[in-house]
């Protein structure tokens, strides 16, 4: 699976909108949207922020 798939499936898991995980990560909702679309893939930073997110709601990686 792609990083734009994987970005769209924890967020579907999450039940979080572009916006609501571009705030909990520290990122812009246009970054997000980059992810999304495939433009662009998350710097090392913004993967372990989201690496922690899928731990802190049991979202094992395997899943995604």
Known sequence: MNY???IKHIRNKLIFSQQMLADKIGVSFATVNRWEKGKTIPNYEAR???ERLCAENNI???EV
């Open 48 to 50: 372990r922020k989201i």
């Open 60 to 62: 094992t990686m395997e």
């Open 4 to 6: 734009c798939d994987k």
